[in-house]
């Protein structure tokens, strides 16, 4: 339920701090979203992703639209992206993705069909962009699954902004 300013006649609501630091008590692997444009590849960490379906085999991330990877998903040539759930050994490739200030890490890509993937992780799908979705500051991609493999490795965790394990 949302609340209407009176005077001003706004919905009144969270700040973005208050929104993020809440949210930030929700646990969630860490992704990496990769895709080309045929010259260029890109990653980009996330961790807005979530299946969505199981019949037909859906998921969705969402991106910011000042992030790279905004423009790049946005070009109606690039049909495919992959999703990559970083492994607990990872950390590095997280911070690299997200734009992290450290030494440039040696990124383990491999391609599957074209399409960039980063090798080591626990699992890595490859989505055919099926829904575009503007939200807000943020447009959704709903991805139909075409090709995933995984590992029984242990997942990167992000929980009150900062990484964790399990155990």
């Known amino acids: ?28 692997g860490v992704t990496v979203i ?24 859906l998921i969705l991330v969402s991106v910011d639209h000042r992030a790279h990877m905004y423009a790049l998903l946005s070009q109606e040539r690039v049909t495919h992206f992959g999703v990559n759930v970083l492994s607990s050994t990872q950390k590095h490739l997280s911070d690299h993705f997200a734009g992290r200030p450290g030494p ?19 699992a890595q799908l490859v989505c055919r962009k099926h829904q575009v979705i503007e939200a807000g500051d943020h447009t959704l991609y709903l991805g139909y699954v075409e090709y995933s493999r995984y590992t029984d490795d242990d997942p990167l965790l992000y929980f009150r902004s900062q990484y964790h394990e399990l155990g």
């Open 104 to 122: 440039e890490e040696a990124v383990p890509w491999f391609a599957h069909e074209g399409l960039p993937l980063i090798g080591g992780s626990v």
């Open 34 to 57: 990769t895709a080309t444009d045929g010259e260029t590849r890109r990653g980009m960490t996330a961790s807005a992703f979530v299946s969505v379906s199981l019949t037909p085999p």
């Open 1 to 28: 339920m949302t609340s209407t300013d009176s005077t001003s006649g706004a919905q009144a609501g969270v700040t973005p701090l208050e929104f993020r630091e809440t949210l930030g008590r929700f646990a969630s």
